[in-house]
T-cell receptor, first 111, second 111 residues
Framework: EDKVVQSPLSLVVHEGDTVTLNCSYE??????LLWYKQEKKAPTFLFML????IEKKSGRLSSILDKKELSSILNITATQTGDSAIYLC???????????FGQGTTLQVKP | DSGVTQTPKHLITATGQRVTLRCSPR?????VYWYQQSLDQGLQFLIQ???????AKGNILERFSAQQFPDLHSELNLSSLELGDSALYFC??????????FGSGTRLTVV
């Protein structure tokens, strides 16, 4: 059965800290992995990763995929209170196209 | 604005009632996905439509049904509502099967 697992489930840090969120997957015919940020409402797209070893970067956020280890990490440097959210790792099932979600990592950044 | 429109934003209704949630996908997107997010659970896939036809079914109760119309908008019908149906219902759309855009969700409260 296809599965996406995130760790940690919850994280509390102070502003300025760097965090690393982990995602591992077991998905048949893997094609891509996506990271989303969910605050109060809809998940908003962060990154889509398809190739191993190529880092994607957007401001203080970056992510990389390791197809050999079936995993991905999302890094956030110099965290701010506005980074507080649930971060979702998602892998589309190539058979159905439906999204397989990890449990999410709840990040709380304290001032 | 993500381009995916969901209405209504909030809905409060009594047990036993029936409601219809509506989703208009982003322009050009043929696939529509419905997800349920309860307080204690992650996003649970309900159903997917592609160009008017059901493509995949997830953990959707028999009391729930959906359809996608020729103009590609979709409706999710929830009937015989129970307290446990209270949740955020998200709609997402995609064209390629890799990139997904979420609507802002409909918060359903069953009292």
């Amino acid at each position: 059965e296809d599965k996406v697992v995130q760790s940690p489930l919850s994280l509390v840090v102070h502003e300025g800290d760097t965090v690393t969120l982990n995602c591992s997957y077991e998905v048949t015919n893997f094609r891509s992995l996506l990271w989303y940020k969910q605050e109060k409402k809809a998940p908003t797209f962060l990154f889509m990763l398809t190739s191993s070893g190529i880092e994607k970067k957007s401001g203080r956020l970056s992510s990389i995929l390791d197809k050999k280890e079936l995993s991905s990490i999302l890094n956030i440097t110099a965290t701010q209170t506005g980074d507080s959210a649930i971060y979702l790792c998602v892998v589309p099932s190539s058979n159905t196209g439906k999204l397989i979600f990890g449990q999410g990592t709840t990040l709380q950044v304290k001032p | 604005d993500s381009g995916v429109t969901q209405t209504p934003k909030h809905l409060i209704t009594a047990t036993g009632q029936r409601v219809t949630l509506r989703c208009s996908p982003r322009s050009g997107d043929l696939s529509v996905y419905w997800y349920q997010q309860s307080l204690d659970q992650g996003l649970q896939f309900l159903i997917q439509y592609y160009n008017g036809e059901e493509r995949a079914k997830g953990n959707i109760l028999e009391r729930f049904s959906a359809q996608q119309f020729p103009d590609l908008h979709s409706e999710l019908n929830l009937s015989s509502l129970e307290l446990g149906d209270s949740a955020l219902y998200f709609c997402a759309s995609s064209v390629t099967g890799d990139g997904y855009t979420f609507g802002s969700g409909t918060r359903l409260t069953v009292v």
